[in-house]
């Protein structure tokens, strides 16, 4: 992995190449607009949601998102589903998008869980399947490929924080010209601004450029690479990693409570640490237990067996 402590800003090449970096599935949902009774929903115009699956597949999986060059090994396993609620016209829609990327640990065949997020069911989008979806970070051309851009961006940053320090950092620059630019837009589209409420797009730019919570860039990092990749060598040590991963998360949350990341954080990793840390020593498990209560109370009776006396 030491190519990845080699990336400047001059990643953003956006020219498609054969080593591509994702290796993205991707469901498209339109089951709802079937059972309604709109318009433009007739069963002989199903083929628009497969060019539609097929275009988001070849936007995310055939486009040269960085310079590097990624083996098939080391391409990064995601997931994009699109939930299709309502069609107002030919080429309008109405949804919303869930994004999973997973994280394979080291001499292991386990995949952690890096990101899982469901946004607000207010996606509203374009697709007009006779023309390809276009991107230029600094342009926006279309909600679906701002969308579907920030999210890749924001992957390569939690993929790339987690195998080295601050790693991700380009990444989540780059996710912030995507939500800039979409931000501007003369249409409004609803996710890119401050206002747009807690769950916002804009919130997980915002929270992974922010020096105010860096601490966040080291949690992935100290979780995964010195935490989860060293569950073979050295489980006590990795144990103590991992809990200082969950003291850098709370270093954050005590900076500002509430951050969209740490709760992203928190939701993608508890039942994880619950299973890491059932085995181990009582004052672990006590250490482990006051940081969740801190963080989100609801969550701490999920670790109601742990010994926290």
Same mark, same amino acid.
């Given at each position: 992995m030491k190519k990845f402590l080699s990336i400047i800003l001059a990643i953003m090449s956006l020219v498609t190449a054969a080593a591509q970096e994702f290796r993205c599935s991707v469901s498209v949902n339109y089951q709802k607009l079937l059972n309604s009774q709109q318009s433009y929903d007739s069963g002989g115009d199903k083929k628009v949601f497969d060019n539609m699956k097929k275009s988001i597949?070849?936007?995310?999986? @055939?486009?040269?998102?960085?310079?590097?060059?990624?083996?098939?090994?080391?391409?990064?396993?995601?997931?994009?589903?699109?939930? +299709?609620?309502?069609?107002?016209?030919?080429?309008?829609?109405?949804?919303?998008?869930?994004?999973?990327?997973?994280?394979?640990?080291?001499?292991?065949?386990?995949?952690?869980?890096?990101?899982?997020?469901?946004?607000?069911?207010?996606? +509203? /989008?374009?697709?007009?399947?006779?023309?390809?979806?276009?991107?230029?970070?600094?342009? /926006?051309?279309?909600?679906?490929?701002?969308?579907?851009? /920030?999210?890749?961006?924001?992957?390569?940053?939690?993929?790339?924080?987690?195998?080295?320090?601050?790693?991700?950092?380009? /990444?989540?620059?780059?996710?912030?010209?995507?939500?800039?630019?979409?931000?501007?837009?003369?249409?409004?589209?609803? @996710?890119?601004?401050?206002?747009? @409420?807690?769950?916002a797009r804009y919130w997980f730019m915002e929270n992974h450029t922010n020096a105010a919570y860096s601490k966040l860039h080291d949690a992935y990092y100290t979780y995964h690479r010195l935490g989860l990749d060293m569950m073979t060598k050295d489980q006590k040590q990795a144990r103590a990693n991992i809990i200082q991963a969950l003291r850098y998360v709370q270093d954050v949350h005590r900076t500002r409570s509430s951050l969209l990341a740490t709760q992203q954080f928190l939701d993608v990793k508890l039942q994880e640490v619950i299973s890491i840390f059932t085995p181990a020593p009582p004052e672990e498990q006590k250490e482990v237990y006051n940081i969740i209560k801190e963080i989100s109370p609801m969550n701490a009776a999920k670790l109601k067996d742990f010994n926290t006396k």
């Open positions: 597949e070849d936007f995310v999986n @055939g486009r040269k998102w960085t310079t590097l060059e990624f083996e098939q090994a080391e391409k990064i396993d995601c997931t994009i589903g699109l939930i +299709l609620f309502e069609r107002t016209s030919p080429t309008d829609f109405k949804g919303q998008l869930s994004i999973q990327l997973r994280r394979p640990v080291y001499n292991s065949t386990y995949t952690s869980g890096l990101f899982n997020y469901m946004e607000t069911a207010d996606f +509203l /989008f374009s697709y007009n399947e006779s023309q390809p979806l276009e991107f230029d970070p600094t342009l /926006f051309s279309s909600n679906l490929a701002s969308a579907l851009a /920030f999210y890749c961006y924001l992957l390569l940053g939690y993929q790339f924080d987690s195998f080295s320090p601050s790693g991700g950092e380009p /990444f989540f620059e780059m996710a912030h010209t995507v939500q800039e630019a979409a931000a501007s837009s003369p249409v409004e589209y609803k @996710g890119w601004q401050q206002k747009d @409420g807690q769950k």
